[in-house]
């Protein structure tokens, strides 16, 4: 069950930080020269910068596992589903590491991104 909450919340925290990528920031005033930087806002821990990423067949996972991925796919839906690719598709790093695997971001269905930056995609083959 844990298992499953962390794949959904990494999937979620990587479609969030795509569609932060996407908008078009506000203007605003440059902060007064004393003011101390701000890290991310309380309530908000900060999203960690990929720092590997891992690549699993489904196949390859436990029964329960694969069972539980296959029910958070469906619940997400085709455009949580689409979403996820184009974000896989608009980062180098993890794009490259899914072709040197000889697979696409068509075939991914779930990510998982851990505090460390170890990120984990969950593949499928065509059937």
């Known amino acids: 069950m844990r298992r499953t909450i962390v794949i959904?919340?990494?999937a979620t925290l990587m479609m969030a930080g795509t569609a932060g990528a996407q908008q078009q920031p506000t203007p605003q005033p440059s902060p007064a020269p004393t003011a101390p930087a701000q890290?991310?806002?309380?309530?908000?821990?900060?999203?960690?910068a990929i720092q590997s990423v891992n690549i699993v067949d489904i196949t390859e996972l436990p029964?329960?596992?694969q069972t539980q991925v296959n029910q958070i796919v469906?619940?997400?839906g085709d455009a949580g589903l689409q979403t996820l690719r184009k974000s896989?598709?608009?980062?180098?790093?993890?794009?490259s590491a899914l072709e040197a695997k000889g697979v696409s971001?068509?075939?991914v269905i779930a990510a998982s991104m851990q505090p460390d930056g170890a990120l984990t995609l969950i593949?499928?083959?065509?059937?």
């Open 88 to 95: 896989i598709d608009a980062t180098p790093k993890v794009k």
């Open 39 to 48: 890290a991310a806002p309380k309530g908000q821990p900060a999203v960690p």
């Open 105 to 107: 971001s068509a075939q």
């Open 63 to 65: 029964k329960d596992t």
């Open 74 to 76: 469906a619940q997400r």
């Open 123 to 127: 593949t499928k083959k065509a059937s």
């Open 8 to 10: 959904a919340a990494a």
